[in-house]
């Protein structure tokens, strides 16, 4: 008896699993089933979202597929600007912040952006789950499920982070922000790969700047201590200790 009402079981699992609702006004989708944690993403009226597995009463568990965006510590970036496998991607540039997700196998990962310190900005695609408040978004059945790309929040053009840019490949020239000093110093690096680098307020590099490609129809002497925005690809340097900006545009902020 109990084999011949297992095929119903399972349906009624995958059904359950793989229901849909249709968002009537615009909600946040939350990392956690607080309406204190992180915003994964925010969604319009009329988006439909899938929702699978449990929650907690006054919450939904919802599954999105899409790019979203976060931050990871430079040992967890390969030479080829990726998320390594089991390496952490957080919701803000420091140790302590949430996970957003781990890198497995088969993600796809790229850097765009400095963050400052030993952190930078990454974009990811994969499927995450969130949570809908749903006294906020009154949730209303939908027949057929149909998956939703993620909206991710803009980035900060703060210094060290990249204005919103469109594309998917590390190739793509980024506005960068900071401020450009020689990066020569007697005692502390006196014989840097590269003659300038940008710095965040504290002074810490976060980035050697390439100027090779860099047109200017002014001396770039009147650049130098400076707060000014770069816009250019992003690289690791040889020896892959370090970031290298290869600049196409230089100009005072």
């Known amino acids: 008896m109990k084999t011949k009402f297992l ?10 699993l793989l229901a849909a609702d249709l968002l009537p006004s615009d909600a946040a989708v939350f990392l956690q089933p607080d ?7 925010r969604l319009k009226a009329g988006n439909t979202v899938i929702y699978t597995g449990d929650a907690p009463a006054g919450w939904r568990r919802v599954e999105l597929s899409g790019s979203f965006e976060g931050y990871a510590h430079n040992r967890d970036i390969t ?5 390594r496998e089991g390496g ?3 919701t803000a540039p420091k140790k302590d ?12 990962s790229e850097v765009v952006g400095l963050a400052g310190g030993d952190y930078v900005q990454v974009k990811f695609t994969k499927k995450l789950q969130g949570f809908v408040a749903t006294g906020a ?4 059945p939908e027949v057929r499920p149909v998956p939703v790309a993620a909206v991710p929040v803009a980035p900060s053009t703060a210094v060290g982070r990249p204005a919103q840019v469109t594309g998917n490949s590390v190739d793509l020239p980024r506005l960068f922000a900071g401020r450009l000093v020689l990066a020569r110093r007697p ?4 014989n840097p790969a590269y003659e300038y680098q940008l710095v965040d307020n504290s002074g810490r590099r976060f980035a050697y700047v390439d100027t ?3 047109l200017l129809t002014d001396k770039i002497e009147a650049y130098l201590d400076r707060a000014v925005s770069v816009t250019g690809t992003i690289r690791n340097s040889v020896d892959g200790k370090d970031l290298v900006i290869s600049a196409e545009s230089l100009s005072l902020k």
């Open 7 to 16: 095929p119903f079981l399972l349906l009624a699992a995958t059904v359950r």
């Open 35 to 41: 309406p204190k944690s992180h915003v994964l993403v």
């Open 79 to 83: 030479k080829g600007l990726e998320v």
């Open 88 to 90: 952490n991607i957080l």
């Open 97 to 108: 912040a949430p996970v957003l997700t781990v890198g497995q196998e088969g993600d796809k």
């Open 137 to 140: 978004a009154n949730l209303a």
């Open 187 to 190: 005692f502390v690096n006196p």
């Open 212 to 214: 090779k490609r860099l």
